[in-house]
């Protein structure tokens, strides 16, 4: 079998060149693909606010002193920018996109709410608004609403309370009112927040990284359809015949596969690690064996199962769609349902993914790595069984 592995290995050669200038454009276009999914994700605190706007009384005394408290004491401010319009203007910049929405506060509200008399505030968003301006809507104004109701039935509830026992109470309604107001600024304090990430303690970009990874790999299994899908089975009838066992032939092919795979890998890795892309290490590279092997495998079994080529790249591409859309390689898989989640941790694709994300912080999980190895060993064992048939087809 010496002989025959040598001329695939030539046969592999003849057709280098062009799957790399194929892997290579793949490549190029997943990585835009990341790169413009980070910028979109990026979560400064310019990209995350958002633009509301305030209609009210020019020259309100009342009106600019919330506005200004708002901007330097409460912690929406690092979340919300309001700014301060004409009706008019706030029409126009919500068409242009500049702001999400605006407020309209009537004339004499701060006066009306002194006396307890709640003047409704209108609020304005486009038409069927969705996303970060329904959570406006429907959050924030509802957040404000009972704020202003409750402060104001304790504030005027202890001062009616006070009064009906004969007492004063205006310096106690103007000191309720200032702790009112100081617990309302300092609302945040009663809270802690905890990014747990996605499903790990890796970052999201860290967590694309490692998924756009397993579906190049995927799409560069398919760049090697023409040499891997055998119309006639001719050769290796000839050779089982001159007892060249079936599963030597196998695992010749497979042997010259993985090392194209690794060979395109390992140039691709090589491309990003020189134009400062990523940092990959050598122990990076040692990880990724086992990843291919089970990817290839699975890839080797499927041009297995097909005679035509077409057939063979059909079949092959939307099964691997399928299998990275699932595993949550195009985004985190804890978007999907919980029996879904559990069968990605199942998965090849989806073992491949973590495996991949471990490796890039330095971690080694050897059960990843055995489970990979084991569906690896399953399809091509699988494959081995399908080519005997095959064989044994043409034989009858």
């Not at 919330?66 to 301060?84: E, H, N, P």
């Not at 892309?277 to 199962?305: N, R």
């Amino acid at each position: 079998m010496g002989k025959y592995l040598y001329l695939q290995l030539k046969r592999l050669l003849r057709i280098l060149l062009p799957v790399m200038l194929v892997a290579a454009i793949l490549f190029g276009c997943l990585a835009l693909a990341y790169q413009a999914v980070v910028s979109m994700t990026d979560d400064t605190q310019e990209q995350a606010k958002i633009k509301m706007g305030v209609v009210g009384t020019a020259g309100d005394t009342f009106l600019e002193m919330g506005m200004l408290a708002l901007k330097t004491m409460d912690s929406s401010r690092f979340a919300i920018d309001f700014v301060q319009m004409e009706e008019p203007e706030a029409e126009e910049a919500m068409r242009k996109g500049d702001i999400a929405a605006f407020a309209v506060i009537p004339e004499g509200f701060i006066d009306a709410a002194m006396y307890g008399e709640i003047m409704p505030v209108k609020y304005v968003s486009t038409a069927g608004a969705v996303g970060l301006t329904t959570l406006l809507k429907d959050e924030i104004t509802k957040m404000v609403e009972d704020i202003v109701i409750q402060t104001q039935k304790g504030i005027f509830g202890t001062g009616d309370a006070m009064r009906n026992e004969g007492l004063s109470s205006g310096s106690a309604e103007n000191d309720l009112t200032f702790k009112y107001f100081d617990f309302i600024f300092s609302r945040s304090k009663m809270y802690a927040v905890s990014e747990l990430g996605n499903g790990s303690a890796m970052g999201l970009e860290e967590y694309l990284l490692s998924g756009f990874c397993v579906v190049l790999l995927m799409l560069v299994c398919l760049v090697f359809a023409p040499t891997m899908v055998r119309r006639d089975m001719s050769l290796a009838r000839v050779l089982s015949a001159n007892r060249r066992p079936v599963i030597a032939q196998a695992l010749c092919d497979f042997a010259v596969y993985m090392i194209g795979l690794l060979g395109v890998i390992a140039v691709l890795m090589i491309f990003a690690v020189w134009t400062g892309w990523v940092d990959l290490t050598v122990g990076v590279f040692i990880q990724w064996i086992p990843v291919v092997i089970a990817i290839g495998g699975m890839s080797f079994l499927l041009y297995e199962l097909t005679t035509n080529l077409i057939s063979g790249v059909l079949l092959q591409f939307f099964i691997s769609l399928a299998l990275c859309f699932v595993s949550g390689c195009f985004y985190p898989v804890t978007f999907f349902p919980d029996s879904v989640q559990t069968l990605a941790a199942y998965l090849p694709t989806g073992i491949a993914r973590t495996q991949l994300a471990e490796s890039f912080s330095g971690v080694i999980h050897i059960s990843g790595v055995l489970a990979l190895l084991g569906y690896g060993g399953i399809f091509l064992g699988a494959a081995v069984l399908i080519r005997k048939g095959k064989v044994a087809l043409v034989r009858g």
